[in-house]
């Protein structure tokens, strides 16, 4: 991505003017501390607005297909949000997964930092997944370093897999969703952490809950020590939970929900 960059801007605003074919977007980061756009603004991405309650010294990035909220002491998002239609989801297998250091936040972890990784039983995943934009000119963006996270391999080849496949199974039926998802961290560590020098957090487990604009939705909790044969479905969980875990307020416009609605859409009886 070329074209012309904004390069005087004020405070803690950094942006950048990507021109595409299609035209020009405007991508933003900011330091929520200094500036709370989030609350300010309406984001699009975030159904019932962005969740309140992360670090004052995160970083609030926009791009044209997630919002996240970057923590970097952690080293990885408190959050994310991105909506999944049938036309953003594509094929993937011929896509670049290279790692992209990100220009916005240059205090991530690097590919470096995740060797030995797979000893631990842990890859280097994406929070928000590439094939659920694979059918869009946007889907480098999943390939930031922002948005890396180590997930176990049993995880990731199990409950999350099946609850992904569940959703594009769901949109593909012509339900558009919303998705926020992010990590949960327990008092006690139960995950091994990176064999690196720098500071991080690896997450204990992850929160995704799945939305439509009508107010159904499910919400799960998966847990990094999920062994593999575990079903998506047994790991359902209420917004309350998640929000004590976290600390968040998930949904500040405070809707109302039905929550367990999308259950049986995603497979769960």
């Not at 991505?1 to 950048?16: A, D, E, K, L, N």
């Not at 609030?60 to 923590?71: F, G, K, M, T, V």
């Not at 990885?76 to 989801?89: E, K, P, T």
Request: glycine share 8%; charged share 20%; proline share 4%.
């Amino acid at each position: 991505m070329g074209g012309c960059r904004i390069r005087s801007v004020t405070g803690s605003f950094r942006g950048r003017l990507a021109c595409l074919s299609s035209g020009c977007i405007f991508l933003l980061t900011l330091l929520i501390s200094e500036i709370s756009l989030a609350e300010e603004y309406r984001i699009g991405l975030c159904l019932y607005g962005c969740p309140a309650g992360a670090s004052n010294e995160n970083h609030l990035l926009l791009r044209p297909i997630y919002a996240l909220s970057y923590n970097t002491v952690n080293k990885m998002a408190d959050w994310a949000a991105y909506r999944v239609s049938a036309g953003s989801i594509g094929i993937a297998s011929s896509l670049s997964r290279q790692p992209l250091s990100d220009e916005f936040v240059p205090d991530t972890l690097q590919v470096a930092d995740f060797a030995g990784s797979e000893a631990l039983g842990l890859l280097r995943a994406q929070l928000v997944p590439l094939v659920n934009f694979a059918g869009t000119p946007y889907w480098e963006e999943v390939n930031f370093l922002t948005n890396s996270v180590a997930r176990s391999r049993n995880l990731s080849q199990g409950a999350w897999y099946g609850l992904e496949w569940s959703i594009r199974n769901l949109v593909n039926r012509g339900n558009e969703v919303f998705i926020l998802t992010g990590p949960i961290y327990k008092e006690v560590q139960t995950v091994a952490q990176l064999q690196t020098e720098k500071q991080h957090r690896v997450p204990d487990a992850f929160f995704k809950i799945v939305m439509t604009a009508q107010g159904q939705g499910s919400a799960f909790i998966l847990d990094q020590a999920t062994p593999v044969h575990v079903h998506h479905c047994d790991l359902r969980a209420s917004v309350e939970e998640i929000e004590t875990l976290t600390g968040l307020d998930i949904f500040p416009e405070n809707p109302p929900l039905n929550i367990e609605s999308l259950d049986r859409d995603l497979g769960c009886d």
